[in-house]
């Protein structure tokens, strides 16, 4: 059980009508149906460079942040919240696709490299940490998935009717455990989302 008040969950994702619906785009994705959970909007920030919005719960302050810089850029959003609010990275939560992960599949892990993975590349060097909390939903390599495509057209690129329906139920079985975020029970949390 982490002893937190206040969390940061931020989805990574592309701004702009043309990524809307992407693999890359799965951490916006995901936010959203968590500010649909909880009834509240985003609204956007300049000194944050991104859309923040705010969620009390009688365990915790949640603010829920989709940085509007581009992916390679996530860091400066995310960074510039943290110190606005004096939160420690181990407060922050990030919501990414993952390649290394199969569609359908989603986990919970702390620290770590960043594979390969722009946006977090960004945070880890804004915020001069691994030790960030993440939220890996699975998007499948394309050798994984016979697909020719590269990994950057791969990501940029819509998932099939079938890997977006078992993307779909792994951000379900996230959003249903989402009283395990607030609470700060992430082993609790990291058990939920398997299979």
């Known amino acids: ?16 009508e043309r990524y809307i619906g992407t693999r890359h785009n799965i951490g916006f ?33 949640l603010f829920l942040l989709k940085p509007t810089t581009y992916m390679n850029n996530s860091g400066i959003s995310v960074a510039s919240v943290l110190n606005f609010y004096k939160l420690a ?17 989603i986990r919970l892990k ?36 016979n697909s020719r495509q590269n990994v950057s057209d791969f990501v940029l690129n819509k998932p099939t009717c079938d890997e977006f329906c078992s993307i779909s139920s792994a951000i379900e079985r996230f959003r249903s455990s989402i009283d395990s975020l607030v609470k700060g029970d992430f082993e609790f949390l990291q058990k939920s989302l398997k299979i």
């Open 1 to 16: 059980m982490i002893n937190s008040k206040v969390f940061l969950l931020v989805g990574l994702g592309n701004p702009g």
């Open 29 to 61: 994705h995901t936010i959203d149906y968590v500010a649909e959970v909880f009834q509240v909007g985003f609204r956007y920030k300049d000194s944050f460079s991104g859309a923040i919005a705010q969620v009390k719960t009688s365990s915790c302050d």
């Open 89 to 105: 990275p181990e407060q922050l939560i990030v919501i990414h696709d993952e390649l290394d992960i199969l569609p359908g599949d």
């Open 110 to 145: 702390q620290g770590g490299g960043f594979a390969g993975h722009n946006g977090l590349r960004s945070i880890q060097h804004s915020i001069t940490t691994s030790s960030f909390w993440r939220i890996r939903v699975g998007i499948g390599h394309p050798r994984l998935l």
